[in-house]
Nanobody, 116 residues
Framework: QVQLVESGGGLVQAGESLRLSCAASGRIVSFNVMGWYRQAPGKQRELVAR???????YYADSVKGRFTISRENAKNTVYLQMNSLKPEDTAVYYC??????????WGQGTQVTVSS
């Protein structure tokens, strides 16, 4: 099994920054995709950014130029640097890992609140 533990959420003002971290443990295969999703109240969960073990990245249009995803493969850890935060970024952020094509794992979620 795989466990994902997130940290770094909190309450900030618009324009400020936060850095989320997610550490994976357990049976981790070499090739995998790690990413961050978010879910705001009353909305569906949406993909924010993802990164492959080879370093290829994808960003949602709403965060391009403001958020940066990175990872340390040796630590099985993924990061999300969030700059220029907006109130609309307020959500619960979930770490996600996919490996072996169809195996999906989720973290418990961390709250990010951006006040105007």
């Amino acid at each position: 099994q795989v466990q994902l533990v997130e940290s770094g959420g909190g309450l900030v003002q618009a324009g400020e920054s936060l850095r989320l971290s997610c550490a994976a443990s357990g049976r981790i295969v070499s090739f995998n995709v790690m990413g961050w999703y978010r879910q705001a109240p009353g909305k569906q969960r949406e993909l924010v950014a993802r990164i492959t073990s080879g370093g290829n990245t994808y960003y949602a249009d709403s965060v391009k130029g403001r958020f940066t995803i990175s990872r340390e493969n040796a630590k099985n850890t993924v990061y999300l640097q969030m700059n220029s935060l907006k109130p609309e970024d307020t959500a619960v952020y979930y770490c996600h890992l996919r490996q072996d094509v169809t195996d999906d794992y989720w973290g418990q979620g961390t709250q990010v609140t951006v006040s105007s």
